[in-house]
């Protein structure tokens, strides 16, 4: 009893480890089914590790786990020993599932059926994976190492090192497969963007009223969400207004929208995307 009452076994992290075991195993089928199957290249260590299987016949499997062993050992240095211990079993599931799913390929005479689907499902394998704060190791490490000292978006900086890699397939395909590689990349990006950030969006939005006081209470009370009120002046008339300001889960954007025309339908009001929130009071 005393074992699953213990912080290491809380359910967020039973749910962790499945998201580490389910990322690994659709990165795996993307690579083995969709990227080698369509003599397709890949970006960071997996990438390196097609390299070597086009030009040496060494299994991905192997390759993978000596080479993410290495970038470890520099991760180690820079993430959180939390980020590192779901990191190393993501490096072990990953090259498991590289090996157990190495037989399944899918032959088409459509290779953009290889990248589309390919770029998907290493998308979502490496989106899951370091949605929980862990990475698939290889370029997804320096991706979290340039986020933490840079400021740069995981998904952006791993598309840096990828496209790296990818030139230096040049060595074992033609032009037109890398080509087809970056594209299927780009894809593989941008799913894991949406799988890490998108899916549940927050939305920041700036009102502009001649009522703010009572639409900040209706905001409040209707809405559920706490609201910022900020002084301003408009530039040609010089006249002081008071700009609201709140952030809110994308499914209530169009509650609050109807509820600012319902009572002001000349507010002005601005909507941008949010893609991180920090701060213990919004859920």
């Known amino acids: 009893?005393?074992?699953?009452?213990?912080?290491?076994?809380?359910?967020?992290?039973?749910?962790?480890?499945?998201?580490?075991?389910?990322?690994?195993?659709?990165?795996?089928?993307?690579?083995?089914?969709?990227?080698?199957s369509g003599n397709l290249g890949e970006g960071g260590v997996?990438?390196?590790?097609?390299?070597?299987?086009?030009?040496?016949?060494?299994?991905?499997?192997?390759s993978t786990l000596v080479l993410n062993g290495i970038l470890l050992l520099v991760g180690f240095r820079y993430l959180s020993r939390r980020a590192m211990y779901y990191t190393i079993f993501a490096v072990i599931m990953m090259s498991f599932f590289l090996?157990?799913?190495?037989?399944?390929?899918?032959?088409?005479?459509?290779?953009?059926?290889?990248?589309?689907?390919?770029?998907l499902f290493i998308?979502?394998?490496?989106?899951?994976?370091?949605?929980?704060?862990?990475?698939?190791?290889?370029?997804?490490?320096?991706g979290r190492i340039a986020h933490k000292y840079l400021d740069v978006k995981i998904a952006n900086a791993v598309l840096a090192f990828d496209l790296v890699v990818i030139l230096l397939s040049l060595t074992v395909l033609p032009v037109e497969k890398v080509l087809l590689t970056i594209v299927a990349m780009y894809i593989a990006v941008k799913v894991m963007d949406f799988i890490i950030e998108g899916m549940?969006?927050?939305?920041?939005?700036?009102?502009?009223?001649?009522?703010p006081e009572m639409l900040g209470r209706l905001i409040n009370s209707e809405i559920g969400r706490g609201v910022t009120m900020m002084s301003?002046?408009?530039?040609?008339?010089r006249e002081e207004n008071d700009i609201?300001?709140?952030v809110i889960n994308k499914n209530k954007l169009t509650r609050l929208k109807r509820?600012?025309?319902?009572?002001?339908?000349?507010?002005f009001v601005v909507v941008n995307d949010v893609n991180s929130v920090l701060g213990s009071s919004f859920v």
């Open 46 to 62: 997996t990438g390196l590790a097609i390299i070597l299987l086009y030009a040496f016949d060494i299994s991905p499997a192997i």
């Open 99 to 119: 090996g157990l799913t190495e037989p399944i390929t899918l032959q088409t005479d459509e290779v953009m059926l290889n990248v589309i689907f390919g770029g």
């Open 244 to 246: 609201l300001y709140v």
């Open 123 to 142: 998308g979502m394998g490496n989106g899951l994976v370091i949605r929980i704060g862990a990475t698939t190791a290889g370029s997804a490490i320096l």
């Open 232 to 237: 301003g002046k408009g530039f040609y008339a």
């Open 200 to 211: 549940n969006p927050k939305k920041a939005i700036t009102i502009i009223s001649k009522h």
């Open 259 to 267: 509820l600012i025309k319902k009572y002001d339908e000349d507010a």
């Open 1 to 36: 009893m005393r074992l699953f009452m213990s912080p290491v076994f809380t359910v967020q992290t039973l749910l962790n480890i499945a998201a580490v075991i389910i990322g690994s195993f659709l990165f795996s089928v993307g690579v083995n089914a969709f990227m080698i």
